[in-house]
């Protein structure tokens, strides 16, 4: 098959059912020729991945729960026994406890704070040193974000502050890995209706108003972020490394909501 990702072998971590982004990355990235990894967290999400995983004729499946730095370990040891090297990873994960995806950011605590950064942020990190030792022959890693980095957004809280911090290891990790050929960038999508999603308190109000004001007045789907994947983890970004780019219609240039009678 040809296709961008030709020749190309990654591994994919955080697909947990067909309606993940991670999974429309997947079948992006397949239907351009790549050969994928997946990683699974917990027996449970195993069963639902493994069938989407053999949908694109992929046998290596492995569990891994990023707080058991063990998991990583064989993951990592075995893609270095089945492949030898590595050309791309995509970090599609983030957790945070639901209690705190509401009311005041202020009221985080101690510990969700602490477990928030370690796995929706520094576990990226973990992974691209290891990525990196295999990535011989240059490569691209890729995480996920949101504009709560940036910007407050209602409920978004502690997760907010964690993406801005992977926002930030994604400027020091493609310094670190640039001289090596290694680009790390990270795609920042509007809000998609998902597992992790769903756990923000009011969820689907944050959809509609994206829906009703961003400028290209819809939602981004798990395919719009896969097809904008290819660019980043293909060799047409071949110049592009620390970035952080946007899926969201839009929504990140917008100020004031969208007033309809202004328009007349
Ligand atoms: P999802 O629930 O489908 O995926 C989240 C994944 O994180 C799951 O596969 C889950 O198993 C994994 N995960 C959580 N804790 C883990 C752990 N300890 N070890 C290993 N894996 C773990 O939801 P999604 O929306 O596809 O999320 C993927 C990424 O996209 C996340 O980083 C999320 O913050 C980001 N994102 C989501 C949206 C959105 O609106 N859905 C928008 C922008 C960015």
Request: glycine share 10%.
């Amino acid at each position: 098959m040809t296709g961008l990702m030709s020749g190309k072998r990654g591994l994919i971590m955080g697909v947990a059912n067909s309606h993940s982004i991670a999974w429309g990355i997947s079948q992006a990235l397949s239907r351009e020729g790549a050969e994928l990894a997946f990683t699974y967290q917990g027996e449970a999400l195993g069963k639902r991945v493994k069938p989407l995983a053999a949908q694109l004729n992929s046998d290596l499946l492995l569990p891994c729960d990023v707080e058991d730095l063990a998991s990583v370990d064989t993951v990592i040891e075995t893609l270095r026994e089945r492949w030898g090297s590595l050309d791309f990873i995509v970090h599609a994960i983030g957790f945070s406890d639901k209690n705190e995806l509401k009311g005041l950011y202020a009221d985080t605590s101690r510990d969700n704070f602490s477990r928030t950064m370690v796995i929706s942020c520094f576990s990226f990190t973990e992974i691209a040193r290891r990525a990196a030792e295999m990535m011989t022959d240059g490569g691209s890693m890729l995480t996920l974000t949101y504009g709560g980095s940036v910007r407050v957004m209602p409920n978004y809280n502690v997760m907010g502050v964690a993406k801005a911090a992977l926002e930030a290891s994604v400027r020091y990790l493609a310094a670190d890995y640039g001289p090596r050929g290694i680009r790390v960038n990270a795609i920042s999508a509007g809000p998609i209706r998902t597992l992790a999603g769903a756990g923000i308190s009011d969820a689907r109000a944050m959809l509609s108003w994206n829906q009703k004001n961003a400028p290209l007045r819809r939602t981004v789907t798990i395919d719009d972020v896969g097809n904008s994947t290819l660019y980043l983890l293909s060799d047409l970004a071949s110049g592009v490394t620390g970035e952080i780019h946007y899926v969201d219609s839009g929504y990140n240039i917008t100020s004031m909501p969208v007033l309809e009678t202004l328009r007349n």
